[in-house]
């Protein structure tokens, strides 16, 4: 009963109090106060750390500029600088980076990149570790370079990277910072517009190009350097390469490997390797390559190099081959060059290169079959179906600069010529050569056949017999050239010809022959060397004063002399070589009559052998009084005045037996260009200038007993009159008709080029 009342007594209560909580708030729910302090302490820390989050990326930033890139900077022993920084939750982007060392220079700093684009995760950093699945670096240009005293910008920046990642792996290191250098993640870098370059001013090299790279995690990271320009000093020029591709392996301490497309570099200024493409690729201390290309141009695979290199040793062997293959493959690379129709034409090579610390062997071989050339400076004619090989064996002496060869055979239709000696200071723009050239004995027809009926039209036909050979020696210092010695014997007197083309026979220069000029474009004119000629002179009845003073100036030992003076070879050796070509030569008086006579006027390499040859062969047969005739009664003395007995009643209406030694000197004054020099003849006397050199050449014949005293000292008040009838043309109309007929014989010259050109390769 009494719980009963209690419970009503209750209930009742609560009745009478529920109006007055219905209207009044001081009776509102509250929880107990532990419960409402830990509201309070969540929204403490719902705030802190949303103000945290709130201030992370300034926090970040913060800590980036002032704590972290100063840290890497020490760490690299170098000033990081960024001009711009933005940090959001996953994305930091960072602009004008800087990175400099204490030897770079204030306006060429070693790094400068314009923006870095990097997203992270936020999550990873939580647990202490970094995780950036993508980074792009935006045009950096990476300047790197090593002097010659070995101060660089960044062997440093290797070293430490060896020291820290590659040294401490191979030892199976597991310091501390190793580890945590591994906690961080990265997953992709991409390096975009991006440019490198970089000197070694010690070993002479620079490398500059568009930089890119790429890297993905679990995958080679790519270098990428497109469109580079290499100088070295093994090339004449400029290397260019297409792409140079270097993958950086996984594992750590492994070498990377090198990847080559599109080369083309220049080891001589004629000699151009393209397309070159191929490896390069390091195993312990060993570089391998595998290298493949063309020549100039072309793309096809011609040439393969394999091999390898020690470069701490000093020490490698590398294979050079160039499979035999037609020239028409690389017809494009030779249409500037002498070679014609090269579809005809097939080569093939070998080279092997043995490197040792103090010097480096050569030794390998060339071949050619059916080569055809035209150049205007070796032929009138294209010179076809050459056939010619080589073998070589050299050393290069490192510490001596200089290059010994021990064999340099060339075999040429099966006669044999052997190279030896050596070139010294071969880094100098003035080497020494000294070098020996021998032809062992060999059947003097075998001579003639060596050489393309088209070289040598002339003379291919003479039937000979004996032996033939040389042993010629040349020792030359580029520094003092006067000091040049070139000697040595040709083995040729042996040689007796047994059969000669009628028209090349000596015979039919023993009597009266007819003898064709062509004294202006497109003209012919013939005319006898005989006494049917009115104006032919005997030898007998030439004045002295001319044979004296073509003695004087043209071939002072012709009464002597063989057909050749082996010391003015030397002599125009010497001046080819100081004039840095080859453009005098050493023609005596029985080459010039053969030149005149039996040959054509062109400067050729065909011409010169020819000349050569028929020189040999008609100084056996003709006495020197003969040939004088001949090449007097032959040779032009102005335009369409042949022989000295026209010359002489052209010029002064006398008899050839009458020229005084003043007159006899100026004819040896024209003689080199009788037509241009004619105009002296138009002035109707002497120049003041021409008038000292003719005398000068008289001074010559002089101190040489070639003239008397009395003429001398009547040469001192004479002078050289001409003779023109009265009805001569006037000196301004004789001027034109010798300018004229230059310029008639200069385009006659350019429009037989051009014709033996298109004869030549008419495609």
């Known amino acids: 009963m009494a719980s009963g009342s209690a419970r009503k007594t209750k209930q009742q209560g609560i009745a009478r109090s529920a109006p007055a909580r219905a209207n009044s708030s001081e009776f509102a729910w509250r929880p107990p106060k532990r419960r409402r302090r830990w509201l309070y302490v969540l929204l403490v820390l719902a705030l802190l750390v949303g103000g945290v989050i709130a201030a992370g990326p300034y926090i970040a930033r913060w800590y980036l500029i002032n704590k972290l890139l100063p840290r890497i900077g020490k760490r690299i022993d170098r000033q990081i600088s960024v001009a711009k920084a933005d940090v959001s939750y996953g994305n930091l982007v960072l602009e004008g980076i800087t990175v400099r060392g204490k030897l770079d220079s204030a306006d060429r700093p070693m790094l400068r990149v314009k923006r870095v684009t990097a997203a992270y995760r936020v999550a990873p950093l939580v647990r202490g570790r970094v995780h950036v699945p993508k980074m792009v670096v935006e045009e950096p240009e990476l300047v790197l370079w090593r002097r010659k005293d070995k101060t660089s910008n960044f062997t440093d920046l290797v070293d430490n990277y060896y020291e820290l990642v590659v040294k401490r792996a191979r030892q199976g290191g597991s310091g501390e910072k190793l580890k945590r250098a591994l906690r961080r993640r990265l997953d992709s870098v991409d390096i975009v517009r991006g440019r490198l370059d970089f000197t070694d001013d010690k070993l002479g090299l620079k490398v500059a190009g568009r930089l890119k790279t790429l890297y993905r995690r679990g995958k080679k990271a790519e270098v990428i350097v497109s469109d580079a320009n290499v100088d070295a000093p093994l090339l004449s020029r400029t290397a260019t390469f297409k792409r140079l591709r270097v993958l950086l392996p996984r594992e750590r301490g492994a070498p990377p490997k090198l990847f080559i497309r599109g080369g083309r570099a220049a080891l001589l200024k004629s000699l151009v390797f393209s397309g070159v493409t191929g490896s390069i690729t390091k195993k312990g201390d060993l570089v391998h390559l595998d290298l493949a290309g063309s020549y100039g141009g072309a793309e096809s695979k011609l040439w393969s190099a394999k091999g390898w290199l020690e470069p701490k040793e000093r020490r490698g062997h590398v294979e050079v081959r160039a499979k035999r293959f037609k020239l028409a493959r690389i017809a494009k690379i030779l249409e500037r060059t002498p070679v014609i129709r090269p579809r005809d034409t097939e080569v093939s090579g070998r080279l092997d290169i043995l490197v040792s610390p103090d010097k480096v062997r050569l030794k390998g071989g060339l071949s050619f079959s ?394």
Request: with cysteine; glycine share 6%; charged share 30%.
């Open 370 to 763: 059916d080569l055809n050339l035209f150049h205007p400076k070796i032929a009138r004619e294209p010179v076809l179906g050459l056939a010619l090989s080589t073998e070589l064996g050299a050393t290069y002496l490192r510490q001596k600069d200089k290059l010994e060869i021990e064999r340099g055979d060339l075999v040429v239709r099966g006669v044999k010529a052997q190279l030896t000696g050596s070139v010294a200071r071969l880094r100098s723009k003035k080497p020494l050569v000294d070098l020996k050239l021998v032809a062992p004995p060999v059947p003097c027809q075998k001579v003639i056949e060596a050489f393309p009926k088209s070289l040598v039209p002339d003379i291919y036909d003479f039937k000979l017999k004996g032996k033939f050979s040389l042993a010629l020696s040349a020792h030359v210092d580029f520094a003092d050239l006067d000091k040049a010695h070139i000697g040595g014997r040709v083995r040729y007197r042996s040689c007796k010809v047994v059969k000669a083309p009628e028209n090349m026979s000596y015979k039919r220069l023993l009597t009266s022959f007819e003898h064709q000029v062509e004294p202006a474009p497109g003209q012919t004119l013939t005319f006898t060397v005989g006494p049917e000629n009115e104006d032919f002179v005997p030898y007998k009845d030439v004045s002295q004063n001319i044979i004296n003073a073509f003695l004087t100036t043209e071939d002072g030992g012709f009464f002597r002399h063989r057909g050749f003076i082996p010391s003015q070879f030397r002599v125009a050796i010497i001046r080819n070589l100081k004039k840095g070509g080859f453009r005098l030569g050493a023609s005596t008086i029985s080459m010039q009559m053969v030149k005149n006579v039996m040959l054509s006027h062109e400067k050729t390499f065909s011409r010169k052998v020819q000349e050569l040859f028929l020189t040999w062969y008609l100084e056996q047969h003709l006495t020197k009084q003969r040939i004088m005739e001949i090449y007097l009664n032959a040779i032009e003395f102005g335009p369409g005045i042949y022989g000295v007995g026209a010359a002489a009643r052209h010029y002064f209406n006398k008899s050839a037996k009458d020229i005084t030694a003043l007159e006899a000197a100026f004819f040896a004054s024209i003689l080199p260009s009788p037509r241009r020099r004619y105009i002296q003849y138009c002035r109707g006397e002497l120049s003041k200038s021409w008038d000292k050199y003719v005398r000068r050449i008289l001074g010559y014949m002089y101190k040489r007993g070639r003239v008397s005293e009395v003429d001398w000292q009547a040469a001192g008040v004479e002078k050289v009159v001409f003779s023109k009838p009265e009805d001569a043309e006037t000196e301004k109309d004789c001027k034109r008709r010798v300018k004229d007929l230059g310029e008639q014989w200069r385009d006659e010259a350019r429009r037989r080029l051009r014709a033996a050109v298109m004869k030549a390769a008419p495609h």
